[in-house]
């Protein structure tokens, strides 16, 4: 939770000091997307929270090792 805090305060502390270097058409274009984003993140993070508690680690190495044989084939076929 302490992690959490302080990431949030250094991007209270952050964010003015983007906005302030961005004109007003370039943030009400992008304002749709930052919203889905800011939103994207609270689902993720609900949706984390009740997720890892069913979650273990092996089945999480196992996603992961799955995943990163998926890059490897893609990789090898030209794919990505």
Do not use: H, W
């Not at 991007?11 to 003015?16: E, Y």
């Amino acid at each position: 939770a302490t992690g959490v805090i302080i990431a949030c305060v250094v991007d209270i502390t952050r964010i003015p000091v983007y906005v302030s270097n961005i004109s007003a058409e370039v943030i009400d274009a992008s304002m749709g997307v930052m919203t889905g984003a800011v939103l994207s993140a609270f689902v993720g993070a609900l949706v984390g929270k009740r997720l890892l508690k069913k979650v273990t680690l092996e089945a999480v190495q196992l996603l992961v090792g799955f995943m990163i044989m998926g890059v490897a084939i893609g990789l090898g076929l030209g794919i990505i």
